[in-house]
């Protein structure tokens, strides 16, 4: 028998993000430009999940590889300060941090440049160093895998079994495919599915999974493979869909300033608001309203607690659906 805790446990990917803006023109060879801003932020859809489950309080342990260089060593202060728990985050000697240098334009548009680094090394066997940790969660989300090339899809399915088996929740956000969605990736995709309890690609990418043009059709290709399908939307909102149920929610009308990592937190407002026992319609419209609270700050983000998101939902929706604190953990939202 395991010890269940209420820990959620992340494996993914975990790297550096740095923001620069505004690009709205490339130099050209040899040309130099001066932009207002350049950051350096915790990231990756592990990155960002992690700091979505902090915000909301959610307790975490996190897998993932980076390098013994200075990059690495910001995660590492990043995670001290913010008192994350980084302690199953493996640092590999002479191994460089991945990297993402985001360009952002004025219009919100981003160009990105990805370093692969560490992440090269993140094979089954570094999620084996740390399955103790792993098997004592309730749930298991495998994040950004596809930009883990030592972590396919095959070896994921046999440990989202074992996971299965101990009786852990498996949810699954690979990302896009950067090696241009094979013909191998996507059937071995497929096939993990069926041992998946919650499956959360974007619309793109589920389109790109099942090879069909729209993604309503590739949605009822792929429902009923993993337990639930929950489909993000960017600007025009989520959807949800099992064997026999299908839901779609709007997004809230706000104005994005920046959405990187909002399918990321999308993703833990879900897990949290299934875990507080919420309805599915429910639960999008709580993962929604997170995102939307994110991708809206300017400057320095603040990850959201419960009781930010329910005050949001309570404005936008109204009603006594968010009036009360739901859910059978605790009698209130934080
Ligand atoms: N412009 C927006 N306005 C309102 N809500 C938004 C907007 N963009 C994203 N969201 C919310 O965030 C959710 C996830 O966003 P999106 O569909 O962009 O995920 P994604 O493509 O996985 O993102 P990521 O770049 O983090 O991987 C959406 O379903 C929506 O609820
Ligand atoms: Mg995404």
Known sequence: MRNASNRLAI?????????????NRF????????????????????????????????????????GDDAF?????????R?????????????????????????DGSRSIVSTLGAHADMGMEVVLRHDDEIASCD?????GSYLLPRLGPADIREYAQTAQRRRQIVAFDPSWDPSGWGDRVRRETLDLLEV???????????????????????AREVAGLAGELVIKRGAAGACYVTASEWIEVPAFAIDAVNTIGAGDVF???????????????????????MAAIVVSQTGQ??????????SFLRDRVGGDEWGEPVGPESQTWD
Not at 72 to 80: D, K, M, S
Not at 139 to 143: A, T
Not at 205 to 213: F, I
Request: aromatic content about 6%; overall charge negative; some cysteine.
């Open 72 to 80: 690495g060593q910001i995660l590492l202060n990043t995670g001290e």
């Open 139 to 143: 749930e298991m989300f495998i994040c």
């Open 82 to 106: 913010l008192n994350l728990s980084l302690g199953s985050v493996e640092v590999m000697t002479g191994q460089e941090t991945p990297l993402s240098i985001v360009f952002i334009g004025s």
């Open 301 to 310: 983000r603040e990850y959201p607690s419960p009781n930010a998101v329910c």
């Open 267 to 289: 993703d833990v407002g879900y897990l949290y608001a299934r875990r507080r026992g919420l309805p599915p319609r429910q639960r999008l419209e709580f993962a929604g309203a």
């Open 27 to 66: 130099p050209k060879p040899d040309e130099e430009h001066i932009v207002d801003s350049a950051r350096v932020e915790l990231a990756g859809t592990a990155g960002y999940a992690l700091l979505a489950c902090n915000g909301l309080g959610l307790e975490t342990i996190t897998v993932s590889t980076i």
């Open 196 to 218: 998946v309890d919650i499956y959360m690609p974007n619309a793109q990418e589920l389109s790109q999974l099942a090879g069909r043009d729209g993604w309503r059709d590739a």
């Open 11 to 23: 494996v993914g990917n975990l790297n550096v993000d740095l923001w620069v803006s505004p690009v």
